[in-house]
């Protein structure tokens, strides 16, 4: 498969036998997401062929994929906003009155198998619910019924726990066992290891668009699958650097949202990882949002290099020096339709523009330089965002801030979704930047990555703050208890 200056898939052989959990391993930019589009009818192969129970098939739309029984739930929910549950798992296949199907319809019977599907997945939802009043988990649970509700022979699951709980979590494991016990194929992509071993039966490993490795789960390990991903032993996953702490530059005390979180105090120092963890609905980004100016607190007080600040937009955060990676890239993170170019430039707009006029050769320096330095993948700087593969994108949105040299910056959940090749380059940005004397905060609902990054950890559970622990002190037993407020509520 072929695309401008990329050779995305080169003559791979993938296959998948009803009733397997099949597990597709690789970085991003590897040729995951090509082959699941050539799967789903998005695109048509440049060479090769596509056998179903035997017979070469041509998918001329996704719509035929889906005719063909193949669906797939992908990484990032794709619904809309203004519909109701019912209308977004039924688009695209409404159920009709009528013998042959060719009647109006049946709206009654619609929202009945919707019912029956979200009892079936144990989600108290209605069928009526607008999808703009559920949260980011529930819209990702109703995109799993969405593809449930087509009676699919193929299920292609892309990240699908990327916004779920614990709990959560073990619940689309039963839904993955019971379809495989019903004689489904599922794919499975995931960057998390411990989610590939504990559901997937086979394996296979992409690297850069070709097949390196298969086999079975249980014959496998983590550093061999490691070592197909990217070619080399990966010894270190988190390479925190000793940084010298420095004055607190950064002060929070008693800071709430009515709402949202309450009391939630804390200082960042000069040159510190100041990590913070917590369950979905913690209060973790809440916190970032008002800390960042986008939302606003309903008391409390921020100090930043000893003076009383209170951002009423971003703008003036960005001016004071700080930066934020929200956790949504698409929504929040870069604009798809733009160039990779003019997202990573984006901030520093006003410092490349003279009389109102943009420096052109000016803003190309800067993204080259800042796209280089991190490492994306593209077929040119002047590429769409939208071509990009997850990864990358998050890589766009990590150059834009970085090109701005903040004092302080706030990533929530910079490394989501990305493959544990691309973690360890971040992780190494992240190190750099805090021996720089940097004053960073990284959110992460990734335990080992905030014990293994973080020089102190600050545990948020249902909006408070329930342990303040040092990197000597921290271990997975103690955040995991404080962040299910088992531990007992501590001050920061």
Partial sequence: MYFPGIKALDCVDFSIRPGEVHALIGENGAGKSTLVKIMTGVYRQTAGQVLLNGEE????????????????????????????????????????????????????????????????????????????????????MVEIAKALSIDARIVIMDEPTSALTLREVEDLYKIIRRLRDEDKA?????????????????????????????????????????????GRSLDQLFPKGEADIGDAIFEVDKLSRRGYFKDVSFNLHKGEILG????????????????????????????????????????????????????????????????????????????????????????????????????????????????????????????????????????????????????????KIISDMAAKGKAIILVSSELPEVLGMSDRIVVMHEGFITAVLSRDEADPDKVMLAATAQAGEESA
């Fill in 57 to 140: 098939t041509h998918f001329r739309s996704a719509l035929d994929a889906q005719a063909a029984g193949i669906t797939a739930i992908h990484q990032e929910a794709s619904m809309f906003s203004e519909l109701t549950v019912t209308e977004n798992i039924f688009m695209g296949h409404h159920i009709k009155k009528g013998a042959a199907g060719k009647g109006p319809v049946d709206w009654k019977t619609m929202r009945q198998r919707t019912r029956e599907l979200l009892d079936d997945m144990e989600l108290d939802i209605s069928p009526d619910a607008p999808v703009k009043s559920l949260g980011v988990a529930q819209r990702h």
């Fill in 186 to 230: 599922i794919i499975f992509i995931s960057h998390k290891f411990e989610e590939i071993f504990d559901i997937c039966d086979t394996y296979t490993v992409f690297r850069d668009g070709q097949l390196v490795g298969e086999g079975l789960v249980p014959d496998a390990t983590i550093g061999g699958i490691i070592n197909l991903m990217v």
């Fill in 276 to 427: 913070f963890f917590g369950l979905i609905g913690a209060g973790r980004t809440e916190v970032m949002r008002v800390l960042f100016g986008i939302d606003s607190a309903s008391s409390g007080s921020v100090r930043l290099k000893g003076k009383t600040v209170s951002f009423t937009k971003p703008k003036d955060a960005m001016k004071a020096g700080l930066a934020y990676i929200p956790e949504d890239r698409h929504e929040q993170g870069t604009i798809l339709d733009m160039s990779i170019t003019d997202n990573i430039t984006l901030p520093k707009v006003d410092d490349l523009a003279r009389f109102g006029i943009l420096n052109r050769k000016a803003e190309r320096s800067l993204a080259e330089e800042f796209a280089s330095k991190i490492e994306i993948k593209s077929a040119g700087l002047s590429m769409d965002t939208s071509t990009l593969s997850g990864g990358n994108q998050q890589k766009v949105v990590l150059a834009k801030w970085l090109s701005t040299d903040p004092e302080v910056f706030i990533l929530d959940e910079p490394t989501k979704g990305i493959d544990v090749g691309t973690k360890a380059r971040v992780h």
